[in-house]
Nanobody
Framework: QVQLVESGGGLVQAGGSLRVSCSAS????????MGWFRQAPGKGREFVAA????????TYRESVKGRFTISRDNAKSTVYLAMNSLKPEDTAVYYC????????????????WGQGTQVTVSS
């Protein structure tokens, strides 16, 4: 089992920055693909970014490329999502997830999920 706890969400103005964190515990989290998803009100959960445990390679959804950066610190069992130039359309609950394959862009590919942290971007 892997337990994931997100933190760092909040309210920020458009154009601002925020970093959300995901603290993992349980099985060897360093050997999992770690991903971030988000879900806006009335919409489905969508892929945002993921990082590979093997070589730290990353993948992003097109709309966040150049603005968001995913990183991991295996020693701390923590994954980060740094978000810059935030837009109102980035407003959502952000979820951390862990999976055993690479790459994974869909929710079904992840085995463990956190409870989410709210990010709200005001215009």
């Amino acid at each position: 089992q892997v337990q994931l706890v997100e933190s760092g969400g909040g309210l920020v103005q458009a154009g601002g920055s925020l970093r959300v964190s995901c603290s993992a515990s349980g099985r060897t989290v360093g050997r999992y693909t770690m991903g971030w998803f988000r879900q806006a009100p009335g919409k489905g959960r969508e892929f945002v970014a993921a990082v590979n445990w093997r070589d730290d390679s990353t993948t992003y959804r097109e709309s966040v490329k150049g603005r968001f950066t995913i990183s991991r610190d295996n020693a701390k069992s923590t994954v980060y999502l740094a978000m810059n130039s935030l837009k109102p359309e980035d407003t959502a609950v952000y979820y951390c997830a862990a999976g055993s394959k690479w790459p994974i862009w869909t929710t079904v590919g992840y085995d463990y999920w956190g409870q989410g942290t709210q990010v709200t971007v005001s215009s």
